[in-house]
């Protein structure tokens, strides 16, 4: 049986569509993150639709919680809990739509999405969310020693405002985090590579586009922020399409959101915290972050490279 039949039988199997003369939509033999073929239109309903729904949606929710909580300034940036709730929930639900969205517009099955060609792995979930457990906290440590004020930190302090933050961040802050791989790393960026067939060409415009996607969703106007979420976006990027999934920038997210918002809401008074994200407000305390995402990087490339399942094959076979 020659190659091309067997890949054909292999994408029939997992659910991609193969027509007759015509390429696979779902192609195991490319690296994940530029696996995916569709007509040029169809990333630019899996970046505008998706983007738009979350805008609407994350407005609409801070709405109904500011007749909550009686407030006239529900779109303000300080978190209150159930502030805090609401956008975790739209980040969330957005995240799965755009898959769901990506899955129905390309033809290709859901799972496809999450890792290829192997299937979605929780222990690496688990292992790399230790990893990057233990970077985040080494760079939140390297933070606090040398710019303490940087994150708008006041004092320690533990009220209720505090516990309901904490429970929200424990039980809420990874369902956001896992929408934004889901968003951008599940759909952006193979939506975007599709727009390309040389392997590495594609890799690097999905790459590139879901990244600046990503901090431009952020509303930044502050330089060092922009570049920190395009840091961010590009290194969890990266991650995906080394390991062939998601596992790992799901922990990653997950780690660095979850506690950093921990130490945010320990260290804000016993009151709300505000992520203000206008102008001047980020500075280069920002460069221990950014070399934690890279750190993040290189730790992922070593286990996927001695556990000799990094992204290797493919990288220059065209497939065109």
């Known amino acids: 049986m020659s190659q091309e039949k067997r890949n054909e039988e292999e994408n029939n199997a997992a659910g991609g569509t193969v027509l007759k003369n015509a390429r696979p939509a779902y192609d195991r033999t490319r690296p994940f993150g530029a696996h995916i073929r569709m007509s040029w239109w169809k990333p630019l309903a899996i970046i505008v639709v998706p983007s738009v729904l979350l805008i609407v949606v994350q407005v609409l929710f801070r709405m109904a919680v ?19 709730l609401s956008d975790s929930l739209s980040i969330g639900v957005t995240g799965v739509l755009a898959v769901l969205l ?19 792995d929780r222990r690496r979930l688990v ?11 080494a760079g939140i440590g390297v933070i606090a020693l040398v710019a303490p004020e940087a994150p708008g930190w006041t004092a320690f302090g533990f009220t209720g405002t505090t516990m309901a933050m904490l429970v929200v961040t424990f039980f809420f802050t990874p369902i956001q985090s896992i929408g934004e791989e889901l968003m951008y790393r599940s759909a ?18 999905g790459l590139l ?23 961010v976006g590009t290194s969890t990027a990266l991650i995906a399409i080394i390991s062939r999934g998601i596992e790992a920038s799901i922990a990653f997210h997950v780690a660095n959101n979850v506690m950093m918002s921990t130490v945010n809401s320990l260290m804000a008074g016993g009151k709300v915290y ?26 992922v490339w070593m286990r996927e490279q001695r556990a000799g399942t990094a992204t290797h094959q493919g990288l220059t076979n065209d497939h065109s």
Do not use: C
Request: glycine letters at 6%; proline letters at 8%; zero cysteines.
């Open 66 to 84: 500011g007749l909550i909580e009686g407030s006239d300034e529900p779109l303000s940036a300080a978190y209150t809990p159930l502030r805090f």
């Open 102 to 120: 990506l899955a129905w517009l390309a033809k290709v099955p859901w799972r496809s999405l999450l890792s290829s060609p192997r299937a979605f």
């Open 127 to 137: 292992q790399y969310l230790i990893g990057g457990a233990l970077l985040v906290g």
């Open 188 to 205: 952006v960026m193979p939506a975007a590579a599709s727009w390309v067939r040389p392997v590495l060409p594609a890799l690097a415009v």
């Open 209 to 231: 586009v879901s990244s600046f996607h990503f901090a431009v969703m952020h509303g930044s106007t502050d330089p060092w922020l922009f570049g920190y979420f395009f840091v």
């Open 274 to 299: 505000a992520l203000d994200r206008s102008t001047e407000t980020g500075d280069p305390s920002l460069l221990i972050l950014a070399a934690v995402n890279i750190a993040m990087v290189a730790f």
